[in-house]
C-alpha cells in the first residue's frame, strides 16, 4: 500500500512561518511530479504548487508567489513546502500528492497524503 505522509503543520499567527514536509512509506513509487494541494472548510480542493522532479521546473498558485517556495532533497524522495508570511486565508488541510505528469491539476495526481492541518491566527 502506498502512503505518502505529510508532517509540518500547526498553530502559527499571521506573518509566520512553516515549512511542510512530505514522505512516501509502504509501497515505493517514483513520480514524475510531485504537487501540495490544499483545502479549506466549505471549499474546493484547490492548487498550491507542484515541482517536475526530472527538472525541478516549479509552479504556484497566484495566491502564494512570492509567500510558498515548493522544492526537493537532493535524491528527490522528499518534498517541502517552505511557507512564509502566512495569512489566515492559508488555513487549510494540506495535501501532498504524486503523480505522472507535471500538472496544475488534482486529476493528475495518482497518489494522496493524508493531509497536515495548517491554522494561521491573526
Known amino acids: 500500500q502506498v502512503q505518502l505522509v505529510e508532517s509540518g503543520g500547526g498553530l502559527v499567527q499571521a506573518g509566520d512561518s512553516l515549512r511542510l514536509s512530505c514522505i512516501s512509506t509502504?509501497?515505493?513509487?517514483?513520480?514524475?511530479?510531485m504537487g501540495w494541494f490544499r483545502q479549506a472548510p466549505g471549499k474546493e480542493r484547490e492548487f498550491v504548487a507542484t515541482i517536475m522532479l526530472s527538472t525541478g521546473v516549479t509552479s504556484h498558485a497566484d495566491s502564494v508567489l512570492g509567500r510558498f517556495t515548493i522544492s526537493t532533497d537532493n535524491g528527490k524522495k522528499t518534498v517541502y513546502l517552505q511557507m512564509n508570511t502566512l495569512k489566515p486565508e492559508d488555513t487549510a488541510t494540506y495535501y501532498c500528492?504524486?503523480?505522472?505528469?507535471?500538472?496544475?491539476?488534482?486529476?493528475?495526481?495518482?497518489?494522496w497524503g493524508q493531509g497536515t492541518q495548517v491554522t494561521v491566527s491573526s
Open positions: 500528492a504524486a503523480g505522472a505528469r507535471f500538472s496544475v491539476y488534482d486529476r493528475n495526481y495518482d497518489y
Open positions: 509502504g509501497r515505493t513509487i517514483s513520480p514524475a511530479a
